[in-house]
Every structure is written in structure tokens, then in C-alpha cells.
């Protein structure tokens, strides 16, 4: 009796409204830029916006911010991205706190994430003088992310005041800034992590194998399996890594990235986990864990 | 729109009290939408007052979203969420608040829905705030408003509650012109009629809730509606290639057909319709597409292609949701953006206030936050934009402070007010002096306002004796007879009266530039509209004279039996009775209706022939 709606049909409706979001960031402000985490999100981000401006380039810079912590893998992925893609590929990272030895093993998840994520990415948007940075944010991702908008205002200094949130009608944004103010926008806003992976795989995306099945050297901290990247990895003493077949479900810093144990090592498989899984995406980050509003306190600071 | 509707907008309107959380919280968990994660969390964390036993799903932990509301325990903002029905169809639900200070938020989550899902508490009946609802979606244009009559289980599942509330609701929404209203009786906590039938409401016939969301189609719009696209970007690449990036808003496009630049009237035909994954052969509506003409045209940001009627006007009457924490302030410029366009624009005038529960027109002349009324802006250049109901991206709008950069207002444009700006008026060489000079005295227009029964007819005519009998031309344009002939398609909303207002002003700028002495003779109880009378003349041409009666004697004396109907109820609209009637400020005389009438007219003769 009802008509079955293609998956398809769904995606096209997310991709074309995303495009309008890039379209409109593009004209509307003097400077945006794209930030770039290397993960799936902001390889679809990527595509989109390459999408959106056909024929033409991308019209904007793209920005990584690098905590010099995040998986190898993943930092010759971005750069053989960027040199494929001939884009323009900028580089944030918090000197300071690199020279101090700040590291996620000494300084704990919540400072170091501030050090190393918040205030380099405010740094970055300053040092460019970026006023509009477009990123992969989902509303699905968090429960507080739900009230999140698509054109999400910071105040100076980056803060976020829910209060001075602006309503947003129809397909129309207010992309005006007062004096020191600038917007993050969220073009993938009602996408689905599922979304995610099945408009990967029907556009043929490329993503850091590290979202495949493989054996990889991890070690079991408090329920996590964390991969052991490199030598800077602290095993305690007599503990050694071994050999899982593991993939991971997000990708950031790999001390903070919980693997799951999978055998999944192509997309059609993944997504056939993905849809039987239950467990939402975050679980997996480490992050994200400290008490029920603890992204609404890091944005609150100006976290993404 | 045509076939299947991929993504539905849902909104969800109703408070905390009528079982929102937990009806959302049921869709959600049922459907399949929730992490386990997120699940596990809400059953086993509570929160002051809440009576749900720990093991138990809190419905109400899914869906609010920010800590600071968490505490408060009640929702302040609008939360998007998804769900996924059994036949593929995404449902976008746009969550609103349900306190009466909260129309805003209740305006934004109505803005992009095609269905909203009202609930109504069935042990509690309908309410204030169940008007207010539908007011608001009827205004943002929702399609279909499914009234969800919750709580069924705690009147024993009755169909004659569910038919009392139904028939109240319907009566709203058919006064507000809502398109399509169903009912379902639901209990959001035993989950009875909301993913399938429940057996304890036989009588129901129709759909589960989930049902009728995955079985809805829009309803059918004009076949051949107007095709819509404003340009947001211009792309330029290698080849001379030029081409313009927007997302199609209204109607479709093929290569060939006929495209007219809204705002220069320039024609051109579509060439290509650009993808990255090859050209299309046609673009239909909510499409991101490029298109390149057939020949170069000037077009920027902003500009809208379209086909049909579609002209730019510098003056509209809209109605306005007023956003903003400071009021709306008359004269001030703001920066109205409409689509991909920013023009700076200013409000001319506030025609009237909407009771959103009663439905009734109030005089108003400010908005404050939460206020939706009727008002007229003008923008500082000609810009095209539709009647909101035929197209909510090209008839909707918003209105940003120029210093802050808040938003301030959403509006949505109901008509243009044309002004002919393609016609040159002909200096003609006989003009208004020229006639005068023959006609042996000077022109005037002499305004008289005040209330019905004041006196202003009576003192018009005896004025116009005296002035007959000293050879000078005279003509009375007195309101009731000017009602039934040129204005006899107007009533008396605010809005009619300063359209009357308007047009008699304009007669009486034809009969002057003729060489005759005007007389008007019209309750005109706007300051607003005087005003915008007596902008069309020149110091001196223009005599306000103000017929103060009060109010008592008026109805005293009640010579068209006006007062008695307004006592009964049957003139909601009469002035100085169900409207206000604001006098001049500064008038060029006063003349009192209890005075003596031929010393009023000798004071109106002298004040003319001064004038």
C-alpha cells in the first residue's frame, strides 16, 4: 500500500540540501574554510564540496588540525588527499603545548583535548583569519547536538552561547557577523552515521583504511582495545600488544580511538555491521565520556 | 512535488504535559532510532521529579537535549531528530516547546514542515495553547496537521472524547483554511495506536500514527506552478565557462525552456542543467543543480530565474513573527534577506496584532518577541518576492538587526504593493496651477477625521454651501458613498481601511490637480494612513482637520444606527467601540461636534481660504 522509498531518493535529498549549504557558505562570507579530520565525515564533506562547485574548484582552503597524535595511516591519507585533489591543505597545531610535552597519557583526555583540539583550532581560525569553518558535525552524534543548528554562531573568543543561537527558517541563513563573531557550519547536520557509509559507498568514496577489519597491535585498557601506533605508546610494565582483528568506528587521536573487534574489511560488510550494531557512535570515544552534557560544556569553550 | 516524498518534515507541537517526550520518545524507540547506549542511560538515570521507575525507559531523557534544560527539566529550543520508517521514508522531526512564550521557536520548527503532529492531552481537552498551534502552522504553511489525542487510556478509550476534542479543533483549523486535519487517538505511554492498531478503539478506522506518517503524499499543487530558482552562486571555470548554482524551489527546468531574470526582466533560455555526475535532463524541485543560458544576461547573487509571473516591488504587506528581544521599531532600517539576497528594508507600518488563540485582529503598533502580526515594509530597492503560500522559500524572509546581526523577524509576504515604475508621467502643460488661476481660487484637499456619527458629513456640506455661494468649486468625497462604488470591495480590518484611506487620498489629488476644493469626509482612525494621505501634497495643499466628538454623544446621537449594531456584537470592527481611533497630533483645526454648526463651517471656510 505505501511506497517504498529508495534508499537512494534519501541520500539524494541529504546531498542536495548539503550543497545548498556549501553554495550559500561559499557567497555569503568573506573567508570560510573547510575543516578536514581525515574521517568519513570530512571525506564526504570533501566530496560535497567538490560536487558543489562543479566545474570549478573548491573555492576554499581546507584545514587539518593536527594534534601530532592521530594514526599514522591517517596523516599520509590527508596528505596523498591533498596532493590528488591539488587542495589547498592548511595545518593547525598548538606549538606551545607540543614544546610543553602535553600528551593524552599525561595530561588527561579533558585538558589535552582543550589543548590540543579546541585551542588550536581557535588559533588556526585566527591565525587565517577564517570567519566561517564548515565541518561534519551530525545532529544523530550526540544528544546535545540535537539543538545544534546548521549555521552555528560563536561569539568572541569562539564561545558558544545557546542562547544567541539563531532561528533558522526554510533554506534561508542569516550569514551576517557582528564585529569578532564567526559561524561554524554543519552541512551534514541531518545525516546518519548510516547515511554516512551508504553515500560512501555509493559514490565511491575514498576513506583511511582504518575503518576496515585487520590485525592490528591493540592492548585492552578498561574495556577499551587501543592500537599501540607507535613507540610513544606507554605499556605498562609487562603488558604487550597483541594481534586483533579490529576496525575502528571514528577516527581521532589513537590513545583516545576504541577499536571493535570485527572482521568486517569491505564496505558491504561494514554497513551489514553497522545496521545490526546498536551501539551509538561515540561510544567508542573516549572523549566524549566525562558526565551526560560534556560536549556542550567543550563547546560551550569553543570545541567543534 | 510529485510522486513519493523522500524525507518528511515533521513537527511536533504540544507541551511536556500532553505527553510529548514520551510519544516522540515511543517513535523514536520504536522505530528503531535509538544507540542501545542511549537506551541503556535512560532507563537506568534519573532526574529530579521524574516518576518513571529506574528500569524503565525516561522517554523524556531522549529527547531533551542540553544540560542547562535537563536541569530545568523542560525543553527551551528546538531539537531536530530522525527516524526511519518501515517503507524507507526519513522522517525529519523538528521538536518545538510547548510554552505560549516559546511561538518562536514554535514558528521555526513549522517553517520547513510538511506535517505537524498536535497533541492534545484527552483528559484535559482542548486549550489555549491547541489554538495557538494550529494558528502557527497554518501561518509557516504546514500541509497536514494529524491532531493526536493522547492519553486515551485515561478516558476508558471513549470515542465521544475523542470526537468533542476533534470537533473544536476542526472548527479552528477550518477558519484558518488548513488544508488537511486528521485525527488519531493515541496513548503515547501504552503505545496504543502510535507504530499499529490498537484493539482497545475499535471504532477507529483509521491509521496508526506511524501509519499515516509513512502513507502521507502532499497534497496537490498546482501542475503547472511557477519555476523558481535563486541564483546563490555564480560558478566560473575553464572554457568561459559560465554558470548559475542554486537549488530549484518551486517547479522544474529543462534545456530549451524559456527563463526570465525576476529582477531585470531579461529572458534567456536554459542551455544545460550541470552535475558532477553528467547534465540532467530536467531539474525538479529541492535539486542543487548548475544551469548555463543560451547567451549571456546579467545576473548576480541573489536573483532569481524564474517562469510566470513573478515582478519586483519595493513595498509589501506581510505577515511578521517578531524574533527579537527588543520590539520592532518603526523607521528603522533593518537587513532583510530573502533567499541568497540581503537588501536593507524598513517597516512603514503595523496594521494589526494576531490574537493567536482567538484568532482576532488587534490595532497594534508595535510587535514584541513572540508577536505575529500584519504589517507593511518597504525595501530601499525593487525586489521580487511571492505570496508566501504559493512558495515559502521565495515568499519568506528574515528580517537581521544591522548592528547586532540577530535575527530579529521571520516574514512571509502576501502581496506586493506595485509601484509602476515602468511608467513616466507625462508633464502635461496645463497643469494644477493653471486651473486654478482659471477657476479664480487655489485648490485644496480638507481632511476630515473622526468618529462615526462626530459630525464631519454635516459640517463638510455646510462648509460647502457657503463656498458654493462665494463661486468657489467644491466636491465632497464622503466616506460611505465612496464605500459603495470604488471601495466597495473593502471591510473594515485595519488593512481595508488604510487601503480606503489610500485610494480616497488618491481621488482627491485627481480632483484637486482639476482645480476643486476637496472635501474628504472619513473616520480615518490611523494616524499611520493620515500620514501617508497627506505625503502625496504639498505644505498647504493639505488641511487636517480633526471632528472631536466624544465618544458618548456619537453613540447618542447614532445616525446610521452604527453604534447600536456595535453594542449587540455585530460590528466587531466599529471604531471607537471594537478599534481604536487615534486622534491627529497636531491638526490644522479642531472643530468640536457639540459646538454650533455654522460657526464650525465659518471656521472651516476661513481656515480654507487662509490655507
Known sequence: MHQTVPYSAVLDELEAEAIHIFRETAAAFRNPVLLYSIGKDSSVLLHLSIKAFYPAPVPFPVMHI???????????????????????????????????????????????????KTVALREGIDRYQFDAALGGARRDEERSRAKERIYSLREPGHRWDPRKQRPEFWRT???????????????????TELDIWRYIQRENIEIPDLYFAKKRPVVERGGTLLMVDDERFPLDQGEVSEMKSVRFRTLGCYPLSGAVESTADNL????????????????????????????????????? | MSGYTPVLHLVTCGS??????TLIGRLLVETDSVPIDQLEYART?????????????????????????REQGITIDVAYRHLNLANGRRVLIADSPGHEQYTRNMAVAASNGDVAVLLVDAARGVRPQTHRHLTVCALMGVQTIIVAVNKMDLVDFSHEVFEEVMGEVRT????????????IPVSAVTGANITTKSDDMPWYKGESLLGALAAW??????????????????????????????????GSVRPGDEVMVADSGSIARIDRIVTSDGDLQEAKYGQAVTLTLDHEV???????????????ADRFGVDMVWLGEEPLAHGRSYLLISGSRSVPATVTNVRHRLDVVSGHEHAARVLNMNDIGRVEIATDRPIPMDPYGQCRDTGGFLLVDRVTADTVAAGLSRHAMRRAFNLVPHDYEVDHQARSALMGHPARVVWLTGLSGSGKSTMADAAVRKLHAMGIHTYVLDGDNVRTGLNKDLGFTPEDRAENVRRVAEVSKLMRDSGVVVFVALVSPYRSDRETAASLFIEGEFVEVFVDTPVDICAERDPKGLYAKAAAGNLPNMTGVGQIYEPPVSPDLILRGTGDLEASADLLVAAILEA
Open chain 2, 45 to 69: 538515570t534519573r532526574r529530579g521529579g521524574s516518576t518513571v521507575p529506574v528500569g524503565e525507559v525516561d522517554y523524556s531523557l531522549l529527547t531533551d537535549g542540553l544540560e542547562a534544560e
Open chain 1, 66 to 116: 593536527d594534534t601530532t597524535w592521530k594514526f599514522r595511516e591517517m596523516i599520509e591519507f590527508r596528505d596523498k588527499r591533498a596532493q590528488d585533489l591539488g587542495l589547498d591543505l592548511r595545518i593547525a597545531q598548538n606549538l606551545e603545548a607540543i614544546a610543553e610535552g602535553v600528551t593524552p597519557f599525561s595530561h588527561g583526555t579533558h585538558e589535552y583535548t582543550r589543548l590540543m
Open chain 2, 16 to 21: 511536556v504535559d500532553d505527553g510529548k517526550s
Open chain 1, 173 to 191: 541563513a542569516n550569514t551576517q557577523l557582528a564585529p569578532e563573531q564567526s559561524m561554524r557550519v554543519f552541512p551534514l547536520s541531518n545525516w
Open chain 2, 217 to 250: 503524499e502532499p497534497v496537490g499543487r498546482v501542475a503547472n506552478e511557477g519555476f523558481r530558482f535563486p541564483v546563490q552562486f555564480i560558478v566560473r571555470a575553464q572554457g568561459n565557462f559560465r554558470g548559475y548554482a542554486g537549488t530549484v524551489v518551486a
Open chain 2, 172 to 183: 479552528t483549523a477550518a477558519r484558518l483554511g488548513v488544508e488537511q486535519i486528521d485525527g
Open chain 1, 268 to 304: 558491504v560488510d561494514l554497513i551489514a555491521e553497522m545496521e545490526t550494531s546498536k551501539l551509538s557512535e561515540r561510544s567508542g570515544r573516549l572523549i566524549d565520556g566525562e558526565g551526560g552534557g560534556s560536549m556542550e560544556a567543550k563547546k560551550a569553550e569553543g570545541y567543534f
Open chain 2, 298 to 312: 546579467d545576473i548576480t547573487r541573489g536573483d532569481i530565474l524564474a517562469s510566470g509571473s513573478l515582478q519586483p
